[in-house]
């Protein structure tokens, strides 16, 4: 079982991590909770129905990442448009934003709340053993699964990672290339993200 999900009797799946491991997921973790931010709610904890009644951004992102997390819902960068097309894919986009985002986010910090809550309560439960099997409920597999594809998406993103001929590359840096601890971190959390996914199938 290390570094591969199996799955569980009944639903659900399991992992064997180190302390290392462990470590290394739950700062990622913590890094895209920083990067997405606080929701609306958060900045205003005293009234429940503000998240309700307030609109995301209409803008897309200015950092490459969350450009990556939050994309254009109408645009296709490989089938360019016609400069009236182009406006009105900016249009749509920019309304689809102002109604959708909010939420999107929202899925994203629970989904990575939860990887990091998870390993939390498995580094208590491990202390000093040096590593420890993690049990993930269906709903839990679900929300690591999301988590793995956005913390994918937000390396590929830093690396520059646009299709699969810039992934084959990744496998021929040099050892001394300062890319290579996150390339590490990028290939281990897609086997980790494969193996999941195998345990979701039927």
């Known amino acids: 079982m290390p570094g591969t999900f199996e799955p569980l009797p009944g639903g659900g799946a399991a992992v064997a991590l180190d302390d290392v491991e462990i470590s290394i997921i739950r700062s990622l973790a913590v890094q895209l909770l920083e990067l997405i931010g606080p929701g ?10 503000a998240e309700l009644f307030t609109d995301g951004p209409s803008e897309p992102p200015t950092d490459p990442v969350l450009k990556r997390l939050f994309p254009d819902a109408y645009s296709d960068p490989e089938q360019p448009a016609s400069p009236r097309d ?9 309304e689809f934003r102002r109604y959708t985002e909010n939420d999107l986010r929202a899925g994203k910090r629970d989904s990575a709340l939860t990887v ?4 939390d309560a498995l580094s208590s439960a491990s202390a000093g053993e040096g590593g420890a099997v993690l049990k993930l409920s269906p709903e839990e597999s679900q929300q690591w699964l999301s988590a793995l594809n956005d913390l994918r998406l937000a390396i590929g ?12 590359l990744l496998y021929r840096l040099p050892d001394e290339d300062p890319r290579k601890p996150m390339v590490m971190a990028y290939l281990w959390l897609g086997g980790l993200q494969e193996t999941l996914v195998g345990t979701l199938m039927p």
Request: hydrophobic letters at 25%; charged letters at 45%; zero cysteines.
């Open 40 to 49: 609306p709610a958060e900045d205003a904890p005293d009234d429940p129905l």
């Open 86 to 94: 182009a406006e009105e894919q900016r249009a749509y986009s920019s």
């Open 116 to 119: 990091i809550r998870s390993l």
């Open 157 to 168: 993103s830093r690396l520059e990672i646009t299709d699969e001929e810039d992934s084959d």
